[in-house]
Nanobody, 127 residues
Protein backbone atom coordinates (compact mmCIF):
# COMPACT_ATOMS: atom_id res chain seq x y z
CA UNK A 1 0.00 0.00 0.00
CA UNK A 2 1.37 3.38 -1.02
CA UNK A 3 1.57 5.53 2.11
CA UNK A 4 1.12 8.75 0.17
CA UNK A 5 -1.87 9.70 -1.98
CA UNK A 6 -2.00 12.97 -3.85
CA UNK A 7 -5.21 14.66 -5.03
CA UNK A 8 -6.53 17.99 -6.21
CA UNK A 9 -5.02 18.18 -9.67
CA UNK A 10 -6.95 19.16 -12.75
CA UNK A 11 -7.22 21.46 -15.73
CA UNK A 12 -7.10 25.20 -15.09
CA UNK A 13 -6.57 28.31 -17.17
CA UNK A 14 -3.45 30.41 -16.79
CA UNK A 15 -3.79 32.71 -13.81
CA UNK A 16 -6.02 30.28 -11.99
CA UNK A 17 -5.50 28.39 -8.75
CA UNK A 18 -5.47 24.83 -7.50
CA UNK A 19 -4.94 23.27 -4.09
CA UNK A 20 -3.20 19.93 -3.96
CA UNK A 21 -3.47 17.59 -1.00
CA UNK A 22 -1.20 14.78 0.09
CA UNK A 23 -2.65 12.28 2.52
CA UNK A 24 -0.03 10.25 4.40
CA UNK A 25 -0.83 6.85 5.88
CA UNK A 26 2.66 5.72 6.82
CA UNK A 27 3.75 4.72 10.28
CA UNK A 28 5.02 8.17 11.13
CA UNK A 29 4.31 11.64 9.78
CA UNK A 30 5.42 13.88 12.56
CA UNK A 31 9.18 14.33 12.45
CA UNK A 32 9.59 14.10 8.69
CA UNK A 33 10.01 16.87 6.16
CA UNK A 34 7.40 16.63 3.43
CA UNK A 35 8.11 17.71 -0.10
CA UNK A 36 6.31 18.36 -3.35
CA UNK A 37 8.01 17.63 -6.65
CA UNK A 38 6.80 17.74 -10.24
CA UNK A 39 7.67 16.08 -13.51
CA UNK A 40 6.76 17.39 -16.93
CA UNK A 41 6.85 15.13 -20.02
CA UNK A 42 10.39 14.50 -21.16
CA UNK A 43 11.89 16.23 -18.13
CA UNK A 44 13.40 15.08 -14.87
CA UNK A 45 11.48 15.26 -11.63
CA UNK A 46 12.16 18.60 -9.97
CA UNK A 47 11.77 20.10 -6.53
CA UNK A 48 8.81 22.41 -5.98
CA UNK A 49 8.42 22.99 -2.23
CA UNK A 50 9.09 21.41 1.14
CA UNK A 51 8.05 21.98 4.73
CA UNK A 52 9.89 20.99 7.89
CA UNK A 53 8.44 18.56 10.39
CA UNK A 54 7.63 21.42 12.74
CA UNK A 55 6.01 23.38 9.88
CA UNK A 56 8.18 26.27 10.97
CA UNK A 57 10.37 26.33 7.89
CA UNK A 58 9.61 26.08 4.20
CA UNK A 59 11.61 26.14 1.00
CA UNK A 60 10.52 26.77 -2.56
CA UNK A 61 11.93 26.48 -6.05
CA UNK A 62 12.65 29.90 -7.50
CA UNK A 63 10.11 29.26 -10.25
CA UNK A 64 7.21 29.07 -7.78
CA UNK A 65 8.23 31.50 -5.04
CA UNK A 66 5.50 34.02 -4.34
CA UNK A 67 2.88 31.90 -6.13
CA UNK A 68 2.84 28.57 -4.27
CA UNK A 69 2.40 27.94 -0.55
CA UNK A 70 3.08 24.67 1.23
CA UNK A 71 1.48 23.82 4.55
CA UNK A 72 0.87 20.75 6.71
CA UNK A 73 -1.55 19.46 9.30
CA UNK A 74 0.25 17.01 11.57
CA UNK A 75 -3.01 15.87 13.15
CA UNK A 76 -4.62 15.03 9.82
CA UNK A 77 -1.27 13.80 8.44
CA UNK A 78 -1.82 15.86 5.33
CA UNK A 79 0.31 18.25 3.32
CA UNK A 80 -1.12 20.93 1.08
CA UNK A 81 0.19 22.90 -1.86
CA UNK A 82 -1.77 26.05 -2.69
CA UNK A 83 -0.92 27.08 -6.22
CA UNK A 84 -1.91 30.55 -7.40
CA UNK A 85 -1.22 32.51 -10.58
CA UNK A 86 -0.63 29.27 -12.43
CA UNK A 87 1.32 29.33 -15.68
CA UNK A 88 1.38 26.86 -18.58
CA UNK A 89 4.93 25.93 -17.55
CA UNK A 90 3.52 24.62 -14.26
CA UNK A 91 1.91 21.77 -16.19
CA UNK A 92 3.25 18.50 -14.79
CA UNK A 93 2.47 15.52 -12.63
CA UNK A 94 2.89 16.61 -9.02
CA UNK A 95 4.25 14.16 -6.46
CA UNK A 96 4.42 14.19 -2.70
CA UNK A 97 7.04 12.37 -0.64
CA UNK A 98 8.47 12.18 2.85
CA UNK A 99 12.10 12.77 3.76
CA UNK A 100 14.40 9.82 4.41
CA UNK A 101 15.74 11.36 7.60
CA UNK A 102 13.68 12.40 10.58
CA UNK A 103 13.91 15.47 12.81
CA UNK A 104 16.32 17.06 10.37
CA UNK A 105 17.36 20.69 10.73
CA UNK A 106 17.91 20.89 6.98
CA UNK A 107 15.14 20.96 4.37
CA UNK A 108 16.15 18.58 1.58
CA UNK A 109 15.43 19.59 -2.00
CA UNK A 110 16.66 16.62 -4.04
CA UNK A 111 14.69 13.52 -4.97
CA UNK A 112 17.28 11.16 -3.49
CA UNK A 113 16.56 12.59 -0.04
CA UNK A 114 12.90 11.51 -0.21
CA UNK A 115 10.98 8.25 -0.18
CA UNK A 116 7.38 7.01 -0.02
CA UNK A 117 6.46 8.59 -3.34
CA UNK A 118 2.81 8.78 -4.28
CA UNK A 119 1.30 8.08 -7.69
CA UNK A 120 1.07 11.77 -8.47
CA UNK A 121 -1.72 14.09 -9.57
CA UNK A 122 -1.85 15.74 -12.98
CA UNK A 123 -1.92 19.53 -13.18
CA UNK A 124 -2.58 21.05 -16.60
CA UNK A 125 -2.53 24.80 -17.13
CA UNK A 126 -3.91 26.05 -20.42
CA UNK A 127 -2.82 29.33 -21.98
Amino acid sequence: QVPVVESGGGLVQAGGSLRLSCAYSGRSFFGYTMGWFRQAPGKEREFVAAISWTAGRTDYADSVKGRFTISRDNVKKTVYLQMNSLKPEDTAVYYCASSRSSFSSIIATTTRDYENWGQGTQVTVSS
